[in-house]
Structures are given as C-alpha cells and as structure tokens.
C-alpha cells in the first residue's frame, strides 16, 4: 500500500494501540519501524528525519486529545531520551476501577459499544500488536475497539490531511458569514483540531503571512493541495496552538442564557456552562454558528445578552417562523 493513502487517523489509532499494549514502553526506533503507519513510509524510503517528526507530531495531537502519553527516560539521566521509551499507562487512561453503573446506564452503553467492536481495529494495528509482542514485549488484556465503525466529518477533512502529511499548501473557496461570495484562500495547513464538536483547520495563510484559524463547515469548493511545500517543521506544536487559540476566543465571549430545566437546550447547553445569577453562562467561539445552535431549541432558550447573539437568533426564529407561514407552494 502507498504510505500516503493510510489516513492520519488509523495511524494515531494504531499508535494507541501499541504505547497501550506494553508495559515498558517502546522507543521510537521500534515505533517507526513497527507501528502501521510508519512502517510503510520506513519501507517506501521515507527518511529517519521526517518519521521522527512525524512521530513527535502525532505524539503531540494525542496528548492534546487528552491520551497521556508517558516518556521513560535513561534512570541514570533523565535528561538523556535518545533511548527514551513510550507508553500510555492504563492506570491512567482506563475508568477507575470502583465506578459502578445502573442497568439503565449499563444499557446505554452497551448501545454506545455497539458501534465498536474487536473488528473495528485494523489488521494493520492487530499486525503491529503481534510484532510488538515479538520483540518480547509482552501485552495486556487485548484491546478492543479503537476505531468506530462510523465516521462523520466534513468533506474537506481528507485532502487538508494530505496537506499536513506532505507539507504542502492547500487552496480552498472559504465564505464567511455575511458574504455573499466565498474568498480564495491559500493555507500552509499545519493541524486539524476538534473543538466544540466541530473540526477546524490551523495554518499560515499564504497571502496574509499570518497564523488563521479555518471552520471546514464554511469551506464550499474542493481541497486542492498544490505542489508548493513548506518546512515541516511548522507543524510542531501546531495542534496545542490551534486549541490554545480557540480557547482565548471562547474565554473572550460568553452568553447569559436562560433555559427551561428539563429540557434538551438544558441538558446540552449545561454540560459546558457556568451557573450564573438568571440563568447558565456558556461561552462560544464563532457567533453565527452558537446563534444556529441556539435557534435550533425554540422557545427552550431566551438570550438575555450579548445583544448581537440574541438578534442574531431572533432573525433564525423569526426566517423559520415565515417559511412556516408561507402558503404551500409559493416562491420565497
């Protein structure tokens, strides 16, 4: 198989699954040259330099997930990791072991677990487990269901992907809210963050010379990724800069809300609230997509401020209250 055409993503899944099946870690040399992934890319001629990057990169986008993801350095000097070994301890990634759950709670998750399953990791990551265990290794329980069956994400996911993985600049029509028509954008895309449920692309816009921040839901042409390279050395990091970003934003803007105990808006919105004096205050990223989300629970959710997001929602409520009103069959 080409190495480019393993997805970013099984690669992390089988990274995983290998720093989770051994107990004393694995050195970088045993990850390049086992984990699928990386194999492949060793075996097609890749150089040492790009692997090692590589590695360090995906390291660093899982423990920005939140996989703790533990460097085992020389005893005598910690210092020294050019021997350094890799691991997730599962101490520290599994459940607690004193959580219990009812049997309403245990059916949930059982319908939750169903998307998952032994199958749902690869061939290539069971490979790797097995050469892991070969090099005298020796694995813990088996390790199921890493990758899920499903996926949802946007359309331009894949092709900005290949753009990080190569090092090369994207082109893409981008339409910002209240525009009437999309801007050409040239990106050196260096990660792609989930944030909020939703996926957004990080990198040096081209024509701006500066760091921007992407939401691929507003991303309308096809990815082209061109043949203009950039340093790889950009992409260092560039996950936790993305989030930190986005975190500032959020942090800067908040909503006080008032929503109807029971109700979903109150079930979704309190999960990432705090409790405020009239009612829950919940901050955001990107105005017209909260004010979307927030449109969407009708009459469950009042904004009392910021004025803009409360006018934003009310033009969503009063626009779907007209084409409600519109008589069967009449032109907009």
């Known amino acids: 198989m080409n190495p480019v055409q393993i997805p970013a993503e099984e690669r992390l899944t089988n990274l995983v699954v290998a720093l989770m099946a051994t107990e004393i870690g694995l050195t970088k040399q045993q990850i390049l040259e086992n984990v699928s992934g990386y194999r492949q890319r060793a075996e097609a001629g890749a150089k040492q330099d790009a692997l090692e990057k590589m590695f360090e990169r995906d390291k660093d986008e899982l423990r920005a997930l939140g996989i703790p993801i533990e460097t085992i350095g020389d005893p005598a000097d910690p210092h020294d990791l050019r021997e350094a070994r890799y691991r997730i301890p599962q101490a520290e990634y599994d459940l607690p072991a004193d959580i219990e759950f009812s049997a309403a709670e245990l059916a949930v ?3 939750a ?3 998952w399953s032994t199958e749902s990791v690869s061939s290539d990551a069971q490979s790797g487990v097995r050469k892991i265990r070969a090099l005298g290794i ?17 359309a331009a996911f894949p092709a900005l992907q290949e753009g990080i993985d190569r090092s090369r ?6 339409l910002k809210p209240g525009d009437e028509a999309p801007t050409r954008r040239r990106l050196r895309p260096l990660a792609l963050v989930d944030y909020e449920a939703r996926w957004h692309v990080y990198g040096i816009d081209v024509d701006a010379d500066a760091e921007r921040t992407f939401l691929l839901s507003r991303i309308v042409s096809d990815v082209k990724v061109t043949g203009q390279s950039f340093d ?6 560039a996950a936790e800069r993305a989030l930190a970003g986005l975190e500032a934003v959020a942090a800067a803007q908040s909503a006080l809300l008032e929503v109807t105990p029971g109700t979903e808006a109150a079930l979704r919105l309190g999960r990432r609230a705090t409790p405020a004096t009239q009612g829950i205050r ?8 909260f004010a979307d989300e927030l449109a969407s629970y009708g009459p469950e959710v009042r904004v009392v401020e910021p004025a803009d997001l409360r006018d934003a929602v009310i033009s969503r409520l009063r626009a779907i209250a007209e084409r409600h009103a519109r008589p ?3 032109q907009a």
Do not use: C
């Open 328 to 330: 069967e069959g009449a």
């Open 138 to 154: 020796d694995g813990d329980e088996p390790i199921i269901g890493f990758a899920p069956r499903i996926t949802a994400r946007d």
């Open 232 to 237: 790889p050395a950009l992409r260092d990091g």
């Open 169 to 174: 600049v994207v082109v893409f029509e981008y």
């Open 282 to 289: 919940v901050r955001y990223v990107d105005r017209h997509i």
């Open 113 to 115: 677990g169903s998307v």
């Open 109 to 111: 998750l059982r319908l």
